[in-house]
């Protein structure tokens, strides 16, 4: 089945304690992004990555980073959590030709 | 700068009436467009998109209409159902700008009451 998987769904951790969302896909696609929402703010773009080695920052960007060292995989980093970063954030990708892009289950992170 | 906007937080809708979801955009190099349907506890799932060249583009119960002047896209779903009841997304992309990456509306909440 065609997907992209994100782990932990779950993440409830305290300020200042580094952590990492996995993030990875089956399809072969070049592009993948992560994106958080928050309530009345809709989905931000926090990086992005057109293929291995290239990443680029969004809108967010602060306070996170990223790497792509295989094409399948995209994990997020926090390196030192604060409490605005608590939020629901999503993987996405999509093949580098199509607009659409598909979307993980998501990942809820409370940082207290 | 909010690019794509949805100003309508919420919208409900009885069984088997039209629901009609507006989405405004003010980048005039955005030449794509999606809408994306979330249930609670799930990622987005792609609804249905229209390129710039089209004003119209149906799928079933979905229409999607584009009025390029107006910088304006609505979403059409006849007729209603309750298990259309979720938060929708607009999003646009600037395919022609070397690079492309989707940039999200803030989301109307549908719910659709039998």
């Known amino acids: 089945e065609a997907q992209v998987t994100q782990n932990p769904r779950y993440l409830i951790t305290v300020t200042g304690k580094k952590l990492t969302v996995t993030c990875s896909q089956n399809?072969?696609?070049?592009?993948m992004s992560w994106y958080r929402q928050d309530p009345g703010l809709g989905l931000r773009q926090i990086y992005y990555s057109m293929n291995v080695e290239v990443t680029d920052k969004g809108d967010v960007p602060e306070g996170y980073k990223v790497s792509r060292k295989e094409k399948r995989n995209f994990p997020l980093i926090l390196e030192s959590p604060s409490p605005n970063q608590t939020s629901l954030y999503f993987c996405a990708s999509r093949n580098r030709w199509d607009e659409k892009l598909f979307f993980g289950s998501g990942t809820q992170l409370s940082v207290l | 700068d909010q690019q794509v906007k949805q100003n309508s937080p919420s919208l409900s809708v009885q069984e088997g009436r039209i629901s009609i979801l507006n989405c405004d955009y003010t980048?005039?190099?955005?030449?794509?467009f999606l809408w994306y349907k979330k249930y609670p506890a799930e990622g987005p799932t792609f609804l249905i998109s229209i390129s710039s060249i089209k004003d119209k583009n149906e799928d079933g119960r979905f229409t999607v209409f584009l009025n390029k002047s107006a910088k304006h896209l609505s979403l059409h779903i006849v007729p209603s159902q309750p298990g259309d009841s979720a938060v929708y997304f607009c999003?646009?992309?600037?395919?022609?700008?070397?690079?492309?990456?989707?940039?999200f509306g803030k989301g109307t909440m549908l719910l659709v009451s039998p």
């Open positions: 980048n005039s190099m955005f030449d794509y």
């Open positions: 999003a646009a992309s600037a395919t022609n700008s070397g690079y492309s990456t989707l940039t």
């Open positions: 399809m072969n696609h070049e592009y």
